[in-house]
């Protein structure tokens, strides 16, 4: 994503235009230098294309001054975007560019992860894990703030249910902090949310999401392409099934795909546009679960990140090399 960023104002000085604007100077989509796979128009964050809006302001403000940082940190890593990382390092993104340092995976600190998810559900959700054999359970959560439409809603039931996998479903019926005031059965309707409870566990609370990926149980994450979520499942080892639902969730979904870690059907396009149907759900999921290929990639990823991550890792030797450099210049 950094690498469209710090690209975009390139792309605004070769417009001729007076007033540049991304919905016209991106066109049917982005090359950048470097990168081998071009971004679509499709998968550019949906606010950048809409004119005069407050986010396509910011970004591009922010964008043209990437050459004046000092350096910039990513939360990510050479074996999950080497690519990328060398294609900013060598200048080929924008010339100029300060050195960009993958300093991943870093994860979210467990006192607040702690404080907000081991009330609640956590205990009871632990012990449903634990009846269940390794790997045979689908982890399903689109983050603690996108919403799913009602209009969904039924069909992701019947795709979890057909799959034939047991799974945990994290079920968020309204964006954003809004209490949840109706209930998942008003939706699905007694029968189907019968079928539910026989192969699931539903959930409409926060949850501690790094110990429920790292749980023997668990054998594949469907979730909305967040990064923070790819990397929480790429720490644990964890096949991924992407389903961006806005902002730079295509982006990040294409980052899955490349490196090997998931999958990312491109065709279900964002979570607003349009009802994927049961059954194309149903049989992504059994293509998560049943890949060995996708499963060996994932437990490679996750021992290349917490090569990185720990001690002697490329994220300490950055950090130690930044800090004598700075200390030559107090």
Known sequence: MFSF?????????????????????????????????????SSVPPLLLQPNSLFESIFMEDSAKVTKLNGVFINSFEEMEGEALAALNEGKVVKGLPPVYGVGPL?????????????????????????????????????????????????????LTESGYSFLWVVKLKGGDKEEEEGLEDVLGSKLMSKVKEKGMVVKEYVYQMEILGHPAVGGFVNHGGWNS?????????????????????????????????????????????????????????????????????????????????????????????????????
């Open 107 to 159: 994860m979210t600190c467990e006192f607040e992860e702690v404080e907000q998810g081991k009330g609640g559900c956590m205990g009871s959700v632990l012990e449903w894990l634990d009846e269940k054999s390794e790997g045979s359970v689908v982890y399903v959560c689109f983050g603690n703030r996108t919403a799913t439409r009602r209009e969904q809603i039924k069909d992701m039931a019947l795709g």
């Open 230 to 330: 790819i990397i929480e499942c790429v720490w644990q080892g964890v096949p991924i099934l992407s389903w961006a639902q806005g902002g730079d969730q295509k982006i990040a979904s294409e980052a899955v795909r490349i490196s090997g870690v998931g999958i990312w059907p491109q065709e279900w396009g964002w979570g607003s546009e349009h009802v994927v149907n049961g059954k194309e759900i149903a049989d992504r999921i059994k293509e998560m679960m049943e890949n060995e290929s996708l499963r060996v990639k994932a437990k490679e990823m996750k021992k290349a990140a917490r090569n990185a991550a720990g001690v002697g890792g490329r994220c300490e030797v950055i950090v130690k090399k930044l800090i004598e450099e700075w200390k030559k210049n107090v």
């Open 5 to 41: 960023f710090a690209h975009l104002h390139v792309l605004a000085a070769s417009d001729p235009s007076s007033q540049p604007h991304p919905s016209s100077f991106i066109g049917d989509g982005v090359k950048i230098p470097g990168i081998a796979s071009p971004i679509p128009r």
